[in-house]
């Protein structure tokens, strides 16, 4: 996003919504790794002033705001990140698989 965003109403931490849910954990983790895999056009420079917020647009949505002079990425699996700010670059990463249980949970296939 073009302007720093300092209002985080409505937003959640990461750790409070990743709570008892193993499936917001494997969106979590392709979110964080969707915004490494297109770090180099927004201009990503690695750090996190803080946790990573959730809201929601129609779909989750991660809020990160860079420790620089507090630059914002929106990761969402939707491109409704422009009704945000119309401005915004916006950069389209492939989504990486990763399943939603744990190790010792039989019942499912990998997701590849």
Known sequence: MTEPIDSFGGLIPMDDWLVGDPGRAAWALQAVLALADA?????????????????????????????????????????????LDARALSVEVANRPIGAWSPDDDSHEPPF
Do not use: E, Y
């Not at 420079?45 to 990573?52: A, S």
């Open 39 to 83: 770090a180099d056009a927004p201009g990503w420079q690695g750090d996190m002033r803080h946790l990573p917020m959730v809201g929601g647009l129609p779909a989750p949505a991660l809020r990160v705001k860079q420790g620089n002079n507090g630059d914002c990425f929106v990761i969402s699996a939707t491109d409704d990140i422009h009704r």
